[in-house]
C-alpha cells in the first residue's frame, strides 16, 4: 500500500486526533515561548531600571569615580546578559553617554553604534547616529563626523526634528577640516530650507565668518 492509500484509509476521527494533538503541541510551545519572553523582558526591564539609577546617581554633582564604574558595569551587564532585550538599545544609547562624558570617545562610539542597530524606535537611531558623529569629531576625525551627521538625516527632510541641528554640526565640521566652501553651502541650505529659524542670524554670521579672507600670515 502506497502513501496516498494509506491516508485515504484513516478515518475522519482519526485525523481529528492528530489534528487536536498538533494544535495542542503548537500550543505548548507558544504558551512557553511566551512565558519565557515575559519573564526575560520583565528580569531585563528591572535591570535596565537598576542600571537607569546608578547612571543618575553617578551625574550628581560630586559623584565619585566609583559611582559612575558601577552605572557603566550594570548597564554593560544589562546588554550582555540580556542581548535580546526590547529596550537594550537604550542600555547601549546611557552607556555610550557615561563614557563620552568621560572622554571615553572609541568606547562611547561603540555603545552608540550598537545603540542605533538595536534601537527600538527611528528616534533613538537618529539621536544614537548623531552621537557617533559627535564621538568622531571629539578624536577629530572630521570627515568620519560628517558622514554620521549626515545619515543621522539621511532622507534629507528639513522637518525632521534633527535636521537643523544635524547640518550645524555638517558645517562645523566641514570647516575644521578645511572644508571652507562646503561649510558655506551647508549654511546657505540651512537658510533656504529654514528661513524663519531662530538661528537664520547665526547663521548668516557664521557664513559672513566663512566668507571673509584669511587672515595673512605674518
Known amino acids: 500500500m502506497n502513501l496516498s492509500e494509506r491516508v485515504r484509509g484513516y478515518p475522519p476521527t482519526m485525523w481529528a486526533i492528530y489534528g487536536a494533538a498538533a494544535v495542542l503541541v503548537i500550543g505548548t510551545v507558544w504558551g512557553g515561548w511566551a512565558l519565557w519572553k515575559t519573564r526575560y523582558e520583565t528580569q531585563g526591564a528591572f535591570a535596565l531600571t537598576q542600571a537607569r539609577a546608578l547612571a543618575s546617581q553617578s551625574q550628581a554633582p560630586g559623584a565619585s569615580p566609583d559611582a559612575r564604574q558601577r552605572a557603566e558595569k550594570a548597564l554593560q551587564d544589562v546588554i550582555t546578559e540580556y542581548p535580546r532585550l526590547s529596550s537594550v538599545g537604550q542600555a547601549a544609547y546611557l ?6 562624558a568621560n572622554g571615553q570617545y572609541a568606547a562611547a562610539r561603540s555603545s552608540f553604534e550598537l545603540a ?18 559627535y564621538c568622531w569629531e571629539a578624536e577629530k576625525n572630521y570627515d568620519a563626523a560628517e558622514k554620521a551627521y549626515q545619515a543621522a538625516i539621511s532622507k534629507g527632510d ?52 566663512l566668507q571673509a579672507p584669511a587672515p595673512a600670515k605674518p
Do not use: C, W
Not at 552607556?95 to 563620552?100: E, I, K, Q
Not at 542605533?116 to 558623529?133: C, E, F, I, K, Y
Not at 535636521?163 to 570647516?175: C, G, T
Not at 575644521?176 to 561649510?183: E, P
Open 95 to 100: 552607556l555610550g553617554s557615561l563614557r563620552f
Open 116 to 133: 542605533r542597530d538595536q534601537a527600538g524606535s527611528p528616534t533613538l537611531a537618529a539621536l544614537a547616529t548623531l552621537d557617533v558623529g
Open 158 to 209: 528639513h522637518k525632521n526634528f534633527l535636521y537643523e541641528e544635524a547640518m550645524i554640526d555638517i558645517a562645523r565640521v566641514q570647516d575644521l577640516g578645511g572644508k571652507r566652501a562646503a561649510a558655506i553651502e551647508t549654511y546657505q541650505r540651512l537658510l533656504k530650507d529654514l528661513p524663519e529659524s531662530r538661528r537664520a542670524e547665526e547663521f548668516r554670521s557664521r557664513m559672513a565668518s
